[in-house]
T-cell receptor, first 119, second 114 residues
Framework: DTGVSQDPRHKITKRGQNVTFRCDPISEHNRLYWYRQTLGQGPEFLTY????????KSRLLSDRFSAERPKGSFSTLEIQRTEQGDSAMYLCASRERTSGPKNSYNEQFFGPGTRLTVL | GDSVTQMEGPVTLSEEAFLTINCTYT??????LFWYVQYPGEGLQLLLK?????DKGSNKGFEATYRKETTSFHLEKGSVQVSDSAVYFC?????????????FGTGTRLTIIP
């Protein structure tokens, strides 16, 4: 397995258009996270899935944003009616299910990101 | 809510200089603390971690100690190299040993001059 992959790597769109990004996590990683990173800032949490269930959504995730993970494998993030303020790098990360002793940490592995530019 | 504050950047140092990047945090409970690094053109990578107070995380010559009394997790390296040029992010995570979402600082861009 070569790690977390994201597609596309770059997307340029006009304001008002819809865009969809895809994330393929590392095989058998049951947790999948989406983050957004704007220029000069650190990543900000958007949402995460455990298998196909979306367990938490940030208040940053407005009604124009929707994320899915229909079969518990890849995930998509859709932005409807894009705005210039949506321009950012969208990062996906995955990690293994936590099991065994509680004194174990499972690293989040990040993908390369999808850079969105809204004109 | 949880937050992380990093020292203002960017930071420029000469090769073999001593590095400190300050990080303080605000969180409820007992978070786990992390340093991530982003090399030019690459994705975020975990550099080191500490999951409880007084733990020291270390990797590639970098170290950071989890100080609960000062709510800090400063990154240090005794002798930096040109290859250390990157953006460094301090982060925290709640839950058991940090197995939850990450809250990041704003990042510090480090440039090492030969």
């Amino acid at each position: 397995d070569t790690g977390v992959s994201q597609d596309p790597r770059h997307k340029i769109t006009k304001r008002g258009q819809n865009v969809t990004f895809r994330c393929d996590p590392i095989s058998e990683h049951n947790r999948l996270y989406w983050y957004r990173q704007t220029l000069g800032q650190g990543p900000e949490f958007l949402t995460y899935f455990q298998n196909e269930a979306q367990l938490e959504k940030s208040r940053l995730l407005s009604d124009r944003f929707s994320a899915e993970r229909p079969k518990g494998s890849f995930s998509t993030l859709e932005i409807q009616r894009t705005e210039q303020g949506d321009s950012a790098m969208y990062l996906c990360a995955s990690r293994e299910r936590t099991s065994g002793p509680k004194n174990s940490y499972n690293e989040q592995f990040f993908g390369p990101g999808t850079r969105l530019t809204v004109l | 809510g949880d937050s992380v504050t990093q020292m203002e950047g960017p930071v420029t140092l000469s090769e073999e200089a001593f590095l400190t990047i300050n990080c303080t945090y605000t969180a409820t409970g007992y978070p786990s603390l992390f340093w991530y690094v982003q090399y030019p053109g690459e994705g975020l990578q975990l550099l080191l971690k500490a999951t409880k107070a007084d733990d020291k995380g270390s990797n590639k010559g970098f170290e950071a100690t989890y100080r609960k009394e000062t709510t800090s997790f400063h990154l240090e390296k005794g002798s930096v190299q040109v290859s250390d040029s990157a953006v460094y992010f301090c982060a925290l995570s709640a839950g058991w040993f940090g197995n939850e979402k990450l809250t990041f600082g704003t990042g510090t861009r480090l440039t090492i001059i030969p």
